[in-house]
């Protein structure tokens, strides 16, 4: 999964249907902006999944 997170990619299911393609790069960049990380992970059998970690900063 290396481009998941580039600007305006979608994957072949998603050309089936509607979205622009930039859901995951906006969650990316407004994530690290706050020092957090993200990251995405899939596997056969398995949905696909992205997580994101913030940082506390309490």
């Known amino acids: 999964m290396p481009h998941v997170f ?6 072949a299911r ?3 249907g509607g ?3 930039i859901g995951l790069a906006v969650v990316k960049e407004l994530i690290t902006a ?3 990380t993200v990251s995405a ?3 056969p059998g398995t949905p ?3 997580a994101g970690r913030g940082r506390h900063s309490g």
């Open 6 to 11: 580039d600007r305006l990619r979608r994957g």
């Open 41 to 43: 992970d899939s596997g």
């Open 14 to 16: 998603a050309r089936a």
């Open 19 to 21: 979205g622009s393609g």
């Open 48 to 50: 696909d999944r992205a």
């Open 34 to 36: 706050h020092g957090g």
